[in-house]
């Protein structure tokens, strides 16, 4: 059961900013509802408005341009359908494929997810490898931050009270990068999200990893990016690769932040930091060949 | 609020607060106790219904979002005495045991297969993700959607 509340369906951005400046605290954002209306059966959250932004022109929209536009209010649906999604960062369209349910994916929204700031948020962990940032809007005008610096951490943004999110922005990896995203768990929810995305420059053996991008979700407050494991492998040539990825499945591993949960201990979780860097990174490397292996891993999605 | 949908192919227009979950609205509102209340949380899939042929979880919608839709659920299924090819097949199958699970398996199912005419098995597990069975192991239940789609075809 809900706890009664006034519903409000702005058509401008403007008219929602404002709703939301004057109602202040006592006022939630609402698009899918797929996580706020799970809080507020819960009692967790009690807002006296939902202001509903799924009405607002442009925030459903996906747009071309040097960067990927994706509206707030666009559902994990549309993305993993949207020709343009496929086509620009094919990697989005089969990573929402497969984020919770069909039911949840029909209704819930890339905006809704980012703004959740759920650690365990398969998009939030993918984006960071394609330089997302997020647009703001507000009474104030509009502001551009990076994903890393929007979340904050579990369930924390950096979005003020009279802010909207209006959309993410994304950079399509360069022609020939390779990439995939692994994620493991038997839960709902996953246990561990992992994306590994690079190139392989120069022919043949001579062939070295260059641009590699790893981001971990899951097993630490918030969605990071690990530049400790990128180091490893780039400039390597693909020859050496088995020499340096345990290094670099080490470095993934030192540098999450695991807590002990429902998901395992924080000492299992390092653990399986470090074998499925290993895998996504074998996986990724045959995409950057042009070749898909056909891996399986217990209990875990590759996408 | 005004609420106007059509449900099984009837129109309704009913007077919700903006609170009113869509499951509530059908089972309590117009007597239609297929969907289950069950998880309440969208892992179970025992409250689907489809608005405008996608599926959803009534347990987590608002009423007021069906506002000019076309809603369907397993009451709506059947063509009076006559089964829709997706019941026949389940019950041929045996795909139903306690039967908690069916009204929203039968309709992810007819999802399902407005997307996809020819589903392979590997499409009909994914797309059940999130409808659990305790009760058969789910293997009748996807022998039974891919009987429904050779015999719809």
């Known amino acids: ?303 | 609020m005004n609420l106007t949908m059509v449900v099984n192919g009837s129109s309704h227009e009913l007077d919700v607060a903006p609170h009113s979950l869509l499951l509530d609205v059908l089972r309590d509102s117009l007597d239609l106790k297929g969907a289950k209340r069950s998880c309440d949380t969208q892992v179970c899939g025992a409250c689907t219904v489809l608005v405008d042929g996608q599926a959803v979880s009534a347990c987590t919608y608002l009423a007021v979002e069906a506002d000019g839709c076309s809603l369907l659920t397993v009451e709506g299924l059947a063509d009076g005495e006559a089964l829709d090819p997706l019941q026949r097949a389940f019950l041929d199958a045996g795909a139903v045991q306690c039967g908690f699970c069916t009204s929203g398996m039968l309709l992810t199912a007819r999802a399902l297969l407005r997307e996809n005419a020819a589903p392979s098995r590997e499409d009909i597990l994914h797309y059940l993700r999130g409808s659990l069975c305790r009760c058969t192991g789910y293997r009748k239940i996807v022998e039974a959607i891919m009987t429904a789609a050779r015999t719809t075809r």
């Open chain 1, 1 to 303: 059961m809900l706890r009664p509340f006034t519903l409000h369906r702005p058509e401008t951005a403007e008219d929602a900013c404002a709703l939301l400046a004057t109602l202040g605290e006592d006022a939630a954002p609402y698009a899918g509802g797929t996580e706020l209306l799970l809080l507020m059966k819960l009692g967790l959250l009690r807002p006296p408005h939902l202001v509903d932004v799924k009405r607002i022109a442009g925030f459903g929209d996906i747009a071309d341009g040097t960067r990927l536009t994706i509206g707030a209010t666009v559902t994990h649906r549309t993305l993993e359908r949207s020709p343009l999604v496929r086509a620009r960062c094919p990697l989005v369209a089969s990573v929402a494929r497969h984020v919770a349910n069909v039911r949840v994916r029909n209704v819930g929204t890339v905006g809704g997810n980012l703004a959740f700031a759920d650690p365990h948020s398969d998009l939030a962990t993918l984006f960071l490898t394609l330089d997302a940032t997020v647009e703001l809007v507000s009474p104030r005008g509009r502001r551009e931050l990076s994903l890393a610096e929007f979340v904050r951490g579990p369930w924390e943004t950096a979005r003020r009270p009279d802010e909207l999110l209006a959309s993410v922005r994304l950079s399509p990896w360069p022609t020939g990068t390779g990439a995939a995203y692994v994620k493991f768990g038997v839960h709902e929810r996953p246990t561990l999200g992992i994306a590994v995305a690079l190139r392989l420059d120069g022919a043949g053996e001579r062939a070295r990893v260059a641009d590699a991008r790893v981001a971990i979700g899951c097993v630490s407050p918030r969605p990071m990016r690990v530049e400790a494991a990128e180091a490893r492998v780039n400039g390597v040539a693909e020859a050496e690769l088995g020499d340096v990825t345990g290094a670099m499945a080490d470095a993934a591993a030192e540098s999450v932040d695991p807590a002990d949960d429902l998901h395992g201990s924080a000492e299992y979780k390092r653990e399986m930091v470090a074998v499925f860097v290993r895998r996504a990174l074998r996986v990724a490397v045959a995409r950057a060949r042009g070749a898909e292996l056909s891996a399986s891993f217990p209990h875990a999605v590759v996408a």
